[in-house]
């Protein structure tokens, strides 16, 4: 099976602007969750779809946000941009809800904001 | 609520030594507990997982972990180092119920470095 997929993996944009990024999971998984990765904050949970439902919010301000396709593919948004923004956005799928499902990690886009 | 601790930041050790990784957690409900490993400029691979089956759990590449109920641990250990295994490794929890269902909270990271 094809893994995770993120595009774009690289991405420059200036403060002020809004950001789409994007997330294929793993064939036959619903659930995608994203993730925000920072050398000073470390990993941060944004959010969880599952059947094209937020299931689960992590705390982050609402010019965060995020869809599931009907597909599974999943869009995360960042409106006007802060230069705080800069990270590493990794999206996970997994097979089900329960929590001993493991997530498995696409290999992320760098979103430098400048 | 739900916390991970990695005890140490930085681990160094000699190719072929033992590899010893601390992780403290807590959780208020059974948790499902998770090792990944992050090369650099990449996404988070899985190495273990622990859900409640059999406190030891094996993973690849070697790695193993022991759940410690009493002692909310879940360390990670290798008896041998290969240079391969520098890399950032993280703790995970994960609470079987709540509100924060779901939700994945890692520990902060340990760098391990190998030397020749």
Sequence with gaps: KAGVTQTPRYLIKTRGQQVTLSCSPISGHRSVSWYQQTPGQGLQFLFEYFSETQRNKGNFPGRFSGRQFSNSRSEMNVSTLELGDSALYLCASRGGLVSSYEQYFGPGTRLTVT | ?116
């Design chain 2, 1 to 116: 609520a739900q916390s991970v601790t990695q005890l140490d930041s930085h681990v160094s050790v000699s190719e072929g030594t033992p590899v010893l990784l601390r992780c403290n957690y807590s959780s208020s409900y059974s948790p499902s507990l998770f090792w990944y490993v992050q090369h650099p400029n990449k996404g988070l691979q899985l190495l273990l997982k622990y859900t409640s089956a059999a406190t030891l759990v094996k993973g690849i590449n070697g790695f193993e972990a022991e759940f410690k109920k009493s002692e909310t641990s879940f360390h990670l250990t290798k008896p041998s180092a290969h240079m391969s295994d520098a890399a950032e490794y993280f703790c995970v929890v994960s609470p079987a119920g709540g509100t924060s269902y779901g939700k994945l909270t890692f520990g902060q990271g340990t760098i391990l470095t190998v030397h020749p």
